[in-house]
């Protein structure tokens, strides 16, 4: 099991280091050129090479890419210049490791932009998380037991409605009615867990009804359909007879086998939405960093997409890692050898 | 066009758009119906709601029209301003604001001098000094620090320029060739002095803006300077300012309103939001609940709440004409465009009718034919070549007589968005049947810093772009458009999109900027306006945009200032009780 871990994470790390050096590539080193982005207008080409060198543009990319990944453990200064620094250190911005570079756009450091972002983003995911969950799974164990009848039918109909709806739409719906046209809650507008738990929650309902509304949905169905995999095996029949409790079949033996697939489903989709919930949060003006990167795109904010898609990987690669570990625990028929 | 502010001229000109604006709608000066006045009482927490970002607070770096406004309004004092209006159509006057009147000129055009106020504080109750104001304006000059900003300080001050054509003056930070600018630049006491190139007889215009406003020297971060806030005017920032977020606004305690003739400052808190979309941003002012009943926005109403507003906002809506023109380069790189008579036959072929029709009709635009806004003094009113359709037929008839063989390839610019996706094919669809074989680029990303780069001019045959001019003088129009000498570089055409370059032109535009008689000087800036649509084919003129804006049922005195921006002008405004 140690090694098993071990191996896993020197993997994550590998596959990080190739993401994050092909996002690289594909931007900087592509046939645009990054600087005329950070000079709008009324742009000279000495204002434009005077950007390129303060964002160090003007160097190989395998000097960028090393700066960008030297960055993230011993930070970095902007702009990188002996010269300024020398004659007006109060103008260099200093970004502590790890230091995920520097937004021209905004003149802010991207660690930031992604502390100010990344509590939304973890609020509105949690949240929806705890909620789909509970509807999802326990929703498609009721379907799964009512096979055939009309709680299942409800269920399974409903299900369909929600996952074929888009999340703009649902976000759109809920966030003009309830929100804007009868004012039964207030417009969502983030506010700290910390500053006040209550209003942090009345805030985030609606973005969490939004996702959960999708995400319940395939969770429902996910969960009918292992549930009456699972409750034909033959252990099941075996444990019937045994004479167990109809419960303790269900909790014990059903559910805990066909929970396997759908933990796999659930970390990575929670994985994703650590990364940033792109539609809910632009819908709701929730600034996280679906928001920021969808802005970051607007934009063409390049510095900011790299980081972007350095976070969002390294979400879903943990989250991926994660599952697979957590198998060993709750599958028994798993066994992770180094 | 986002990078331009507006200012219009006298009003007789301005008929044409405003007339048609307040014909359209009976609550076209609807926030006139109530006196600012009779209601406006201290107090209460004005909401600004936005869905485009700032990109600047920095005085030096501002050149949108929404910040120079707000700004200038809420903290950033300037030497002179445009007094606030009382009806969505009034054209506001030049007023001294830090200054004690609007300046004297001497040397015929090119000494400009201004008197501070006594009673001017910055925030911390330190004075204001026309030292400030020489610093703040000598940042404009650390080009590769202060960036985005108009550059008007470099044009006209009397300060020699580098081979590379660059000023010899390299601003505060490297303070190489400060006494050049110690020399053009000069204080005594509370008087500033300005020494300029050429004469620039509405140079007391020039300094509305932002760039010309004070910094104190010892706040200048440089770039880090960006969203610090450092207010001499009625309200400052209440903790920081969040990029693309926003921030609030309380009251500067060290404001005088004895000093101030324009800014009434009611509201007691004001809030910025910046992060919303257009739609549910309008949706919400619209719907008219809790917080937003008190708040206002800069940005204008998306076409898709349009059908609501005169509905769903009667009493609380301005519609107006834009300070944007839309128009088309043609680019005299290209090998079709080198050719004037396949420009006469794009522009004869282009279709207005099809650009307003999907635009969201005559409410949202108008077709025009001359550069300059019909807001300005300057406004030519150049007749279109063929009604609002072009004449296709006729516009075929010209590229065979040219000799072209048909179909002709070209290769249109534009920034793309659903809106302009429908108007471009509705283009497209005129200028195939005139005979050309129209591909469509658009993109949306940096549109503008994209059209200037060097590639561009071998790419496109023709760009579009839009333009508002920085004050109501036609100069802010004719010559940073299309004047190659200040444009074209080997780094890109500048605004110049299309590489115009004729030196008839030129000289014009310098026997133009020496006319003393403001009427006089205008009218010729609308002459070359005219020779640039209907001789030289450099530009082709599509339409001006109106504005609606919708505001909270318990704003007051929220009224478009046309003539500054194209804005609400938040000096007046007032949170009912």
């Known amino acids: 099991m140690f090694y098993y871990i071990v191996r896993r994470v020197l993997s994550v790390v590998v596959m990080l280091f190739l993401i994050t050096g092909t996002t690289f590539l594909l931007f900087f080193a592509g046939p645009t050129d990054p600087a005329r982005y950070t000079c709008a207008r009324n742009c000279t080409p000495a204002i434009l090479e005077g950007n390129r060198k303060a964002l160090g543009y003007d160097q190989p990319v395998y000097v960028q890419y090393g700066k960008f990944i030297s960055g993230l453990f011993v930070g970095r200064d902007f702009p990188d210049n002996a010269e300024l620094r020398a004659s007006h250190p109060e103008q260099i911005v200093h970004c502590p490791a790890p230091c995920m570079g520097y937004s021209p756009t905004n003149n802010q450091t991207i660690n930031t932009m992604v502390a100010t972002a990344w509590p939304v983003s973890l609020s509105i995911a949690i949240g929806a998380f705890v909620i789909w969950m509970v509807v999802g799974v326990g929703g498609g164990v009721l379907a799964a037991l009512n096979r055939g009848r009309w709680p299942d039918r409800v269920i399974v109909g409903s299900a369909l409605i929600g996952f074929s709806v888009p999340t703009f739409f649902i976000g759109l719906i809920l966030l003009t009615f309830p929100a804007i046209k009868w004012g039964w809650v207030p417009i969502p507008h983030y506010s700290p867990f ?8 009345i805030n985030l309902i609606l973005p969490w009804l939004t ?32 004479g167990q409790t109809r419960w303790r079949i269900i909790l014990r033996h059903g559910l805990r086998a066909a929970l396997t697939p ?19 949060e632009s819908v709701f003006s929730m600034q996280g960093l679906g928001w920021t990167a969808v802005n970051s795109v607007k934009n063409m904010d390049l510095p900011v997409i790299v980081a972007m898609v350095l976070i969002v990987s390294t979400f879903i690669v943990v989250a991926n890692m994660l599952v697979d570990i957590a198998y060993g625990f709750i599958d028994p028929r798993v066994k992770l050898v180094g | 066009m986002k990078r331009r502010t507006f200012v219009a001229g006298v009003a007789g000109t301005a008929g044409l758009a405003l007339s048609a604006a307040a014909c359209s709608s009976s609550t076209a000066t609807s926030g006139s119906s109530t006196p600012a006045a009779a209601a406006a009482v201290k107090g209460g927490t004005l909401n600004i709601l936005m869905s485009t970002q700032t990109e600047h607070w920095d005085p030096q770096r501002v050149y949108v029209g929404v910040n120079i406004e707000a700004g200038n309004r809420l903290f950033t004092r300037t030497l002179t301003t445009w007094t606030a209006t009382t009806s969505d159509t009034e054209v506001p006057k030049l007023v001294g604001d830090m200054a004690t009147d609007t300046g004297t000129v001497t040397d015929s055009g090119k000494t400009w001098k201004f008197t501070l106020k006594d009673g001017l504080k910055w925030q911390d109750g330190k004075p204001v000094t026309a030292d400030d104001v020489k610093y703040g304006i000598s940042r404009t000059f650390a080009t590769d620090v202060i960036t985005g900003g108009p550059n008007y300080a470099i044009a006209f001050f009397d300060i020699p320029s580098d081979a590379d054509g660059t000023s010899s003056y390299k601003g505060p930070y490297a303070k190489t060739g400060q006494d050049l600018y110690d020399k053009a630049v000069t204080v005594s006491g509370n008087t500033i002095t300005f020494k300029l190139k050429q004469p620039v007889n509405d140079f007391n215009n020039t300094v509305t803006m932002t760039a010309f406003a004070a910094f104190k020297a010892t706040k200048d971060l440089g770039d880090k300077s960006n969203f610090d806030i450092w207010s001499n005017g009625p309200y400052q920032l209440d903790g920081t300012w969040t990029a693309q977020k926003g921030g609030s606004f309380v009251r500067n ?3 005088d309103q004895a000093t101030d003739t324009v800014r ?42 349009l059908p609501n507003v005169e509905s769903g906002a009667a009493g609380r809506n301005s519609i107006v004409a834009s300070p944007y023109t839309r128009y088309l380069t043609p680019n005299f790189k290209s090998k079709v465009m080198s050719n004037a008579k396949a420009r006469e036959a794009f522009a004869l072929a282009t279709d207005r009718s099809a650009y307003v029709t999907a635009s969201g009709g005559p409410s949202v635009a108008l077709p025009t034919n001359s550069l300059i806004n019909p807001a300005l003094p300057a406004f030519p009113n150049t007749p279109l070549p063929a009604g609002d359709k072009g004449d296709q037929a006729k516009a075929k008839q010209m590229l065979q007589d040219a000799g072209f063989t048909l179909p002709v390839k070209i290769t249109v610019a534009y920034r793309k968005s659903e809106t302009a996706d429908k108007i471009f094919s509705g283009l497209k669809t005129a200028w195939d049947a005139a005979g050309f074989d129209t591909q469509l680029d658009g993109f949306s990303a940096k549109y503008y810093a994209t059209i200037q780069s060097p590639a561009s001019a ?14 109501p003088s036609a100069s802010t129009d004719i010559p940073p458009l299309l004047d190659s000498r200040i444009n074209i570089t080997a780094g890109g055409s500048g605004q110049d999109y299309g590489y115009f370059d004729n030196a008839d032109f030129n000289k014009a535009i310098d026997a133009t900027n020496l006319i003393a008689d403001q009427t006089a000087r205008e009218k010729a800036w609308g002459d070359l306006d005219t020779q640039a649509v209907t001789k030289y084919f450099a530009v082709i003129p599509l339409i001006v945009d109106k504005f609606v804006f919708v505001h909270g049922s318990k704003v007051v005195g929220a009224f478009v200032n046309g003539a500054y921006t194209g804005y609400y002008d938040p000096a007046t405004v007032s949170i009912k009780s």
């Open chain 2, 253 to 255: 305690t060290n404001w």
């Open chain 1, 262 to 280: 759908i933990v796999t489903a659930a970390g990575l989709d929670l994985g994703g939405l650590l990364g940033g919930a792109i539609i809910t």
């Open chain 2, 458 to 471: 071998t790419k496109y045959d023709a760009m579009w772009a839009g333009w508002g001019a920085d004050y």
């Open chain 1, 194 to 201: 910390t500053k006040n738990p209550l209003t942090w929650a």
């Open chain 1, 211 to 242: 996702l959960a509304c999708i995400f319940a949905a395939s969770y429902i169905r996910l969960t009918r359909a292992y549930m009456i995999e699972t409750m034909s095996e033959d252990y099941i029949r075996t444990a019937m007879a045994k």
């Open chain 2, 264 to 305: 009434k400052a009611y509201p007691d808190k004001i809030t910025w939001d910046e992060s919303l979309t257009a739609e549910t941003m309008y949706e919400r002012l619209i719907a008219d609940q809790g917080d937003d009943q008190t708040a206002i926005t800069f940005d204008p109403a998306p076409v898709t709440a």
